[in-house]
T-cell receptor, first 115, second 109 residues
Framework: DTGVSQDPRHKITKRGQNVTFRCDPI?????LYWYRQTLGQGPEFLTY??????LEKSRLLSDRFSAERPKGSFSTLEIQRTEQGDSAMYLC???WGQGEEDTQYFGPGTRLTVL | SQQGEEDPQALSIQEGENATMNCSYK?????LQWYRQNSGRGLVHLIL?????REKHSGRLRVTLDTSKKSSSLLITASRAADTASYFC?????????FGTGTSLTVIP
């Protein structure tokens, strides 16, 4: 399967702990996006990469959140000092980067529960 | 927020019936996309309609776009139980995708 993969699929952590999620995009895609989705809502944009460069960050991405995409391949999203409000599904998507006709391919998501 | 809104929030129909869901958005667009999300999974792209198009078909899907009203509709004909999912419209502004709040569709066998 050459789709977008995310790891882990589920993560339960205690408040104050750090967590890191990984996303492996479709190999030919140069853009990679991170979203957060809470129950009953649509995905909310967090950040995106064009190759290895992080080009845009949402104001939702507080200083406790950091994302990297070394070598323009896989990406990691780290949340430091987790809070209960961080509980959500974290979705990764990749695309060719075709401007406004871009189509995104999503991974299955990582569901984070902060106790 | 630039997030659009889908209407209705939830829809329940019998298998074989048609399902219509609507999306309203706030800013000018060059195109609008519809995505589907099965429970607990990632989103899957369904269809893209450009701002100069009024209607587009793909299999059992029919999408309309009214840019004067900043709205779009997705029609699923002859629904199947496997169509049970959440459906989102998405607009691209700059390099960001803005997803609506979604319509949860349940198709009863």
């Amino acid at each position: 399967d050459t789709g977008v993969s995310q790891d882990p699929r589920h993560k339960i952590t205690k408040r104050g702990q750090n967590v890191t999620f990984r996303c492996d995009p479709i190999s030919e895609h140069n853009r990679l996006y991170w979203y957060r989705q809470t129950l009953g809502q649509g995905p909310e944009f967090l950040t995106y990469f064009q190759n290895e460069a992080q080009l845009e960050k949402s104001r939702l991405l507080s200083d406790r959140f950091s994302a990297e995409r070394p070598k323009g391949s896989f990406s990691t999203l780290e949340i430091q000092r987790t809070e209960q409000g961080d509980s959500a599904m974290y979705l990764c998507a990749s695309s060719w980067g075709q401007g406004e006709e871009d189509t995104q391919y999503f991974g299955p998501g990582t569901r984070l529960t902060v106790l | 927020s630039q997030q659009g809104e889908e209407d209705p929030q939830a829809l329940s129909i019998q298998e074989g019936e048609n399902a219509t869901m609507n999306c309203s958005y706030k800013t000018s667009i060059n195109n609008l996309q519809w995505y589907r999300q099965n429970s607990g999974r990632g989103l899957v792209h369904l269809i893209l309609i450009r701002s100069n198009e009024r209607e587009k078909h793909s299999g059992r899907l029919r999408v309309t776009l009214d840019t004067s009203k900043k709205s779009s509709s997705l029609l699923i004909t002859a629904s199947r139980a496997a169509d049970t999912a959440s459906y989102f419209c998405a607009q691209i502004t700059g390099n960001q995708f803005y997803f609506g709040t979604g319509t949860s569709l349940t198709v009863i066998p």
